[in-house]
């Protein structure tokens, strides 16, 4: 007689399993159309009679070594977001002329992708046309277009002709005159022009913000000097800049509002 019930209740967990996919199946196909449910029933029938009885135990370890990886790849994104957040705050610390404006990158347009970005500060922050935008690795751009609540910074790296910026070459304690105006997407160089051919320049002169024609104050590193030539009337240099900034990767900003 024991031997009978022992045989029912195992005879009972099959059979009930059966039922329950009779009723998913009958559930699915008041919602779904046929091919849909075909394939709803195959996955179903695998998780009721494949997964329990002999991929339980590998399943879980493949579940808990995928959510670690996860887990670890979310921790190492936070770190890095925490890590440049800080990097901006300690940069403000030496802006002593200026009121900085912390901003966030909203979006990007992936057509021109080095030509501008969009930050989450606008008029209502104070941030006005013109005004500088930089990182930790210095000047990225300055802010082209103003909303209430978001602005567009045109980059540095920008292929728009009539965006221009003026930079100081420092050679021997000497400072250089040129004019940001065009950006390598292969080298990955800033291109500054309109440089006397008899100037002295070097590999390797630091390349600053000059100060002059309009809000961006002197002194904002930009990168070193990493190729010179001819113009091809050689009538002037051209100078080709090795930035620190990865423009591929920028989250964070930092704009400089002149104080009042």
């Known amino acids: ?83 440049e957040l800080k ?8 802006l002593t002329e200026y009121t900085p404006i912390n901003a966030t990158i909203l979006n990007r347009n992936k057509s021109y992708w080095f030509n501008t970005i969009t930050i989450d500060k606008g008029k209502n922050a104070g941030i006005k046309k013109d005004m500088a935008v930089i990182t930790k690795n210095g000047l990225i751009g300055k802010i082209s277009k103003v909303s209430n609540t978001s602005s567009e910074v045109k980059l540095i790296t920008s292929d728009d002709v009539n965006f221009k910026v003026s930079v100081a070459i420092r050679t021997n304690n000497d400072d250089n005159y040129a004019i940001l105006n065009g950006y390598s997407k292969k080298t990955g160089l800033i291109k500054a022009s309109g440089i006397d051919k008899t100037t002295q320049i070097n590999k390797g002169d630091t390349v600053l913000t000059s100060g002059l024609g309009g809000m961006i104050p002197a002194g904002i590193y930009i990168g070193t000097v990493e190729k010179i030539e001819s113009d091809k009337y050689n009538l002037s240099k051209n100078v080709y800049i090795k930035t620190y900034q990865d423009f591929n990767d920028i989250h964070y900003i930092t704009v400089l509002k002149v104080k009042a």
């Open 1 to 83: 007689m024991k031997k009978k019930k022992e045989y029912n209740n195992k005879l009972f967990i099959p059979i009930g399993i059966v039922v329950i996919v009779v009723l998913l199946a009958i559930s699915l196909l008041l919602e779904r159309d046929n091919q849909t449910l075909l394939k709803d029933i195959g996955v179903t029938l695998e998780k009721a009679f494949v997964y329990p009885f002999f991929n339980t135990h590998r399943e879980k370890e493949r579940d808990q070594s995928k959510s670690y990886l996860i887990q670890k790849n979310v921790n190492s994104a936070l770190e890095k977001e925490i890590s």
């Open 87 to 94: 990097d901006e705050l300690e940069l403000n610390k030496t």
